[in-house]
């Protein structure tokens, strides 16, 4: 500490007026926020590996001079191993999330424009700032390659997989991380990879005032390397406490591959899916592994606290059952049926479109649904399902189909947010409304419900080929319980069975037709 005080006084010519250690997360550095007489504020770092250090240093000037949004460096110690930098404040895009997080993924336009804006921004990181990099000053090493990959893999294996206790035979596994590896590995990229892109280390920049203006800036790219563009998204996306929704998750990648077309040509589609998905199982595997140290070897709660929905994920690739690795797979499947990762179904399947998926939900590459997307479940049946919200002083919607027959369900039984001033001129599809209906919970038992009926009654009508169904949600004004109602069940059909949905919110005049898939 007193080494970081003295290289303060050389920077700055005076004593700190204050001098505050910051709270740390999954780092060996330890930070304070030094406070000058004037009131402006550094943020001196103590590392405990020069490399380390070394690479931050030359990474955040390269990337300033770049003119990438990092943190400004002021000043390194002779042997190193401290520095002072650029305070940023002290809220990161994690933190921002945190209502869409606690909402159960269910983020708001305010929280998705960050992640818009975040994610638009990392080819920018990526593409713009490997430019003239000298990849040697890299730590722990200048690129990507097999022997980092199976690293990580054989980090998995001893840090997670051994202690959960389960058996493997360790030639066969090896042999299919080896292939793993190579195909991993088998493109060349001169882009860099930042390898901990997630919300942790992406700070919104606030003024001594607390005001900020949303802009992203990076930190924690020490580990840095010269590597694949996929390997970032796959992290960032599929951050095992995010929640985010498989159609939040689509419109990202979407973002995401617009934005990589200014840098670069990019690959087809199709091709751009199939690498993702290589990179996101092997990111989840990844994770495992540090989780596994950091949690179960150095005792940290919050990694411990991540195993779990990164065990959820793994859950979810593994139903691809798209991976050429047929041994590995089996061992990954026999781990996420153990019993001391199974997660309560609430916390796990609830998405942010409001609906629940079930295990069986599987996910494939589908080249007609935009970049780099998962879709669910490939039934093609002809079955059309028409959903409709309604006030009840206007009268139950008519089936124009002339088949006649289908579901009304009373919404007036729940709690009413329409009650309510801040409520008034909203509907069901806003924000608001949406989370006073989840905080409240007793639209959440309603549906539940719902789903159960409408499930069965559409996987019959599959089964059978009938071509039409219908559903209608009515409450008193057709405006909120109604509209959420009918808007969650028509994307839970249209997202479980694949089929076409064409929801109608008849009393604001809205209609949208689901594709079937």
């Given amino acids: 500490m007193e080494r970081l005080i003295e290289l303060y006084r050389h920077y700055k010519g005076e004593e700190p007026a204050a001098t505050e250690q910051m709270a740390g997360a999954g780092s060996n550095r330890s930070y304070f926020r030094i406070t000058a007489k ?4 550094l943020v001196g770092v103590i590392g405990t590996s020069r490399e380390e250090n070394h690479a931050f240093v030359y990474l955040s000037r390269h990337f300033e001079h770049r003119r990438l949004p990092v943190p ?21 895009l994690f933190d921002a999330l945190r209502g869409g997080r606690e909402a159960g993924g269910r983020y708001n336009q305010r929280e998705k424009k ?17 430019r003239e990099l000298e990849w040697d000053n890299c730590y722990p090493q ?20 051994k202690p959960a206790g389960i058996d493997f035979h360790e030639l066969k596994l090896e042999a299919n991380f080896r292939l793993f590896a190579k195909d991993l590995t088998e493109e060349n990229y001169e882009t ?10 992406v700070m919104l920049k606030t003024d001594a005032d607390g005001s900020s203006d949303g802009s992203p800036y990076f930190i924690d790219f020490q580990g840095g390397r010269r590597g694949p563009f996929y390997y970032d998204l796959a992290s960032f996306l599929w951050q095992a406490s995010a929640r985010y929704s498989h159609k939040l998750r689509r419109e990202l990648v979407y973002e995401y591959y617009n934005s990589l077309r200014n840098y670069i040509e990019v690959p ?9 998905s290589l990179f996101v199982l092997f990111r989840t595997m990844q994770v495992l592994g540090a989780y596994g140290f950091r949690g179960y070897f150095e005792r940290k709660q919050h990694f411990i606290d991540s195993i779990p929905p990164a065990i959820h994920n793994l859950r979810e690739l593994l139903e691809l059952d798209a991976f050429p690795y047929p041994y590995m797979m089996s061992v990954l499947r026999r781990l996420t049926e153990l019993p001391r990762f199974a997660m309560q179904e609430e916390i796990v399947n609830e998405r942010a479109d409001g609906y629940k998926t079930s295990e069986s939900d599987v996910y494939k590459a589908h080249p007609n649904d935009g970049p780099a997307t998962f879709s669910k479940y490939d039934g093609q049946g002809p079955l059309v399902v028409r959903v409709f919200s309604f006030s009840y002083h206007k009268g139950i919607p008519e089936d124009e189909s002339g088949n006649g027959g289908g579901y009304v369900f009373d919404c007036r039984s729940t709690h009413n947010p329409g009650r309510y001033e801040p409520y008034k001129k ?3 599809l806003d924000e608001p409304v949406i989370r006073f209906l989840e905080d409240d919970g007793e639209i959440l038992t309603f549906l539940s419900h719902v789903y159960e009926l409408a499930d069965a ?37 249209n997202k479980k069975y694949g089929v076409e949905v064409r929801v109608c919110h008849r009393e604001q005049n809205i209609a949208e037709t689901l594709p079937a898939r």
Wanted: include cysteine; charged fraction near 20%.
């Fill in 426 to 428: 909203l509907t069901g």
């Fill in 192 to 201: 860099f990879l930042y390898r901990d892109f997630q919300a942790r280390n």
């Fill in 142 to 161: 200048p690129e990507f390659d097999a022997d980092s990959v199976l690293f990580d893999l054989n980090y998995f294996k001893y840090c997670f997989l």
């Fill in 268 to 276: 087809s589609v199709r091709h751009f899916v199939g690498r993702l």
């Fill in 114 to 130: 960050l992640l818009v804006e975040t994610i638009r921004q990392l080819p920018n990181i990526q593409v713009r700032g490997a």
């Fill in 72 to 92: 400004r460096v002021f000043a390194v110690s002779d042997d190193e191993m401290c520095y002072l930098q650029e305070d940023l404040g002290s809220l990161s």
């Fill in 457 to 493: 009654h559409v996987e019959r009508y599959v089964e059978r080929g009938f071509t039409s169904l219908m559903f209608s949600f009515g409450c008193t004004g057709g405006q909120h319980r109604s509209v959420y109602s009918a808007q969650h069940l028509a994307e839970h059909i």
């Fill in 38 to 41: 004037d009131g402006s504020t």
